[in-house]
Each structure stands twice: as structure tokens, then as C-alpha cells.
């Protein structure tokens, strides 16, 4: 009888300190993934929108988009206009979907921009062994 119950408090404890890593991992992980914030994430960003009659440096900005922490004041510092009416346009991301990866490279990624028949490179392999030594 005493054996079982020795057993079962040994059985209780690994489960418990199985359970208390897991637990531990699962925070770790929570506080290391990047938080969305109420701006919008990590890339938030803002485009300066304007009427007709809006000064000629807000015209300069169009298309432009920042980084909300790294966006001008409003009103921009060279506004002509009596009364400024410029604000921000908020986007979920400072890239406009204009993808300038070529869809013809491997894989999809990386900056490809042509092809070589020929090897480049002038030196010799730097892993490859030159005084016999194995």
C-alpha cells in the first residue's frame, strides 16, 4: 500500500512539473511574439489626405507613406494655408502591395536580377583543404 501511494506522488509530481515547464514555455512565447498596438502594429502607417485647397507641400506628399512614429506634424512646418484641414489616412502597412520581388526568381524571394552561365567567383573554396590535411 505504501509502495502505491509512493508511486502515485511520483506519478503527480512529474505530470505537475510537465505541466509548470509547458506553462512556462507557453509564456514566454506569448510575451516574445509582437504585440498588435492600437495604432495598428508594428508598420503602422499614415498618408497625408487634403482638399483642393491645400498648400503645396501637402500636394508634395502625395502617395508618400510613413512609419506613424516617423510621420511630419500637422501642420506641415512650409503650410501657406489660413486654416490647415490635411490629416492622416491610416494604413495597416507602410508598402502600397507594389511587390518588387521578380515572380521568376527561385522561390519567390531574393532580388534576382539575371543569369550567369558561368561561375563568378576568382578563389577556390576556403572550406576545401590545400596542405593535405584532412
Not at 60 to 86: H, K
Not at 108 to 129: A, C, F, I, L, V
Request: proline fraction near 4%; aromatic fraction near 6%.
Amino acid at each position: 500500500m505504501q509502495e502505491t501511494l509512493l508511486v502515485a506522488a511520483l506519478i503527480l509530481a512529474v505530470i505537475w512539473l510537465v505541466l509548470r515547464i509547458r506553462r512556462n514555455k507557453l509564456e514566454i512565447a506569448a510575451e516574445s511574439r509582437p504585440t498588435k498596438t492600437s495604432t495598428g502594429g508594428a508598420f503602422h502607417a499614415v498618408a497625408i489626405s487634403y482638399s483642393e485647397s491645400a498648400c503645396d507641400a501637402a500636394k508634395a506628399m502625395t502617395g508618400r507613406r510613413f512609419l506613424s512614429s516617423a510621420a511630419p506634424r500637422l501642420p506641415l512646418p512650409e503650410c501657406d494655408a489660413l486654416e490647415c484641414r490635411c490629416q492622416f489616412t491610416h494604413h495597416d502597412d507602410r508598402r502600397t502591395g507594389q511587390d518588387r520581388r521578380s515572380p521568376f526568381s527561385p522561390g519567390n524571394y531574393g532580388g534576382g536580377t539575371g543569369t550567369y552561365e558561368r561561375e563568378r567567383r576568382d578563389r577556390k573554396d576556403r572550406r576545401k583543404s590545400t596542405g593535405g590535411q584532412s
